[in-house]
C-alpha cells in the first residue's frame, strides 16, 4: 500500500472549530491532492499540493507537505455543519505514473 | 460543463449474472478511470483508459473488464458478479495533455450483488 494508515479515522467536532486531518505515505511522491466526499456524490478534489510548495491555502483550508517525513496535512478553520464528509488525500502510484491512490480518509463530523 | 456521469445509479444483480456499468464525461478528457469503493475504505483503482490504452491493476486483472468505444463513454464489466463484488464503482476522468492531475469523479453506481 501507499498509504501509513489503511483504517477509516473518524472525527467528531463542534462548529466553529479549526481541524487538522494527517496522511502519511510510504513511495516518494512531489505531489498530494485531498480529496472530499459527500454523501451521495463522488469525491471532490480540494487542493493540489506540490513538493515546492510546501503550503497552500484555499479560502478556509490549508494543506502542507512535507516531503522528508513523507506527510501531508490538511486544515481546516472555522468548520461549518456543511464541512462534513469523509476526507481522503490522494497521490500518484509512482511519480508521473497518472494513477492516483487513495488513503483511506477521515470521516469529519461537524455538528452544529 | 465539468460533469461526468454515470448510470445507473443503483444496479442490483444476482451471483453469477453479469455487470455492466456506464460513465460519460463531456470535457473531451483523454483519461478515465474506475474505482470500486467499499464502506470505511479508500476507493480502489480497478483500471484507467488513457486514450484508447487500458491498463489495468494487477491484482484485480481477471475480475473486471472495460471498453472505451470513443472519447466520451466508458464501461466498467464483471462477467460473473461475485458477492464481493457489492460495492460503489465510481468513475473519473481527468486531462494529461493539459497536465492536471484532477481527477473529476461522477457520483458513483452502487452495485449490490444478492
Known amino acids: 500500500s501507499q498509504w501509513g494508515e489503511e483504517n477509516l479515522q473518524a472525527l467528531s467536532i463542534q462548529e466553529g472549530e479549526d481541524v487538522t486531518m494527517n496522511c502519511s505515505y510510504k513511495?516518494?511522491?512531489?505531489?498530494v491532492q485531498w480529496y472530499r466526499q459527500k454523501s451521495g456524490k463522488g469525491p471532490a478534489q480540494l487542493i493540489l499540493?506540490?513538493?515546492?510548495?510546501r503550503e497552500k491555502r484555499s479560502g478556509r483550508l490549508r494543506a502542507t507537505l512535507d516531503t522528508s517525513s513523507q506527510s501531508s496535512s490538511l486544515s481546516i478553520t472555522g468548520t461549518l455543519a456543511t464541512d462534513t464528509a469523509v476526507y481522503f488525500c490522494a497521490t500518484d502510484a509512482s511519480s508521473g505514473s497518472w494513477q492516483l491512490i487513495f488513503g483511506s480518509g477521515t470521516q469529519l463530523t461537524v455538528m452544529p | 460543463d465539468t460533469t461526468v456521469k454515470q448510470n445507473p445509479r443503483y444496479k442490483l444483480a444476482r451471483v453469477g449474472k453479469p455487470v455492466n456499468l456506464i460513465c460519460s464525461q463531456t470535457?473531451?478528457?483523454?483519461?478515465m478511470y474506475w474505482y470500486q469503493k467499499k464502506p470505511n475504505q479508500a476507493p480502489k483503482l480497478l483500471l484507467f483508459?488513457?486514450?484508447?490504452?487500458?491498463?489495468r491493476e494487477a491484482d484485480t486483472f481477471e475480475k473486471f473488464q472495460s471498453s472505451r468505444p470513443n472519447n466520451s463513454f466508458c464501461s466498467l464489466y464483471i462477467g460473473s458478479a461475485g458477492l464481493e463484488y457489492s460495492a460503489m464503482y465510481l468513475c473519473?476522468?481527468?486531462?494529461?495533455?493539459?497536465?492536471?492531475?484532477?481527477?473529476?469523479f461522477g457520483h458513483g453506481t452502487k452495485l449490490s450483488v444478492l
Open positions: 483508459y488513457y486514450d484508447k490504452i487500458l491498463n
Open positions: 499540493i506540490r513538493s515546492n510548495e
Open positions: 470535457m473531451n478528457h483523454d483519461t
Open positions: 513511495t516518494y511522491t512531489t505531489v
Open positions: 473519473a476522468s481527468s486531462s494529461r495533455r493539459i497536465s492536471n492531475e484532477r481527477l473529476f
